[in-house]
């Protein structure tokens, strides 16, 4: 079992910035691709950013390209999503995600999930 707990959401006014962290625990962390997905109100959950186990690699989804960073600490077993530039779009509930694979994470097949952190934008 691997548990996953977000921290780092709140208010923020558009335009400014949040760093989410999602800290792992359990089995070994460094086997996960780890991403971010969030979910609005009323609206399907959506895939936002991914990260390999190396770090090597990252994918971003074209909403928040440019804007967000996903990077992860391996030895903190800690996976963060640095949001800049942040628009009256991006509030939503932001989910962490560990997956075995780039390919089982845009299909949403997500070994576990985290429990969610609030992102809320203010204009």
């Known amino acids: 079992q691997v548990q996953l707990v977000e921290s780092g959401g709140g208010l923020v006014q558009a335009g400014g910035s949040l760093r989410l962290s999602c800290a792992a625990s359990g089995r070994p962390f460094t086997t996960y691709t780890m991403g971010w997905f969030r979910q609005a109100p009323g609206k399907e959950r959506e895939y936002v950013a991914v990260?390999?186990?190396?770090?090597?690699?990252?994918y971003y989804a074209d909403s928040v390209k440019g804007r967000f960073t996903i990077s992860r600490d391996n030895a903190k077993n800690t996976v963060y999503l640095q949001m800049n530039s942040l628009k009256p779009e991006d509030p939503a509930v932001y989910y962490c995600?560990?997956?075995?694979?780039?390919?089982?994470?845009?299909?949403?097949?997500?070994?576990?999930w985290g429990q969610g952190t609030q992102v809320t934008v203010s204009s």
């Open positions: 995600a560990a997956a075995r694979s780039y390919s089982d994470y845009f299909n949403r097949r997500i070994d576990y």
């Open positions: 990260i390999t186990w190396t770090g090597g690699s990252t």
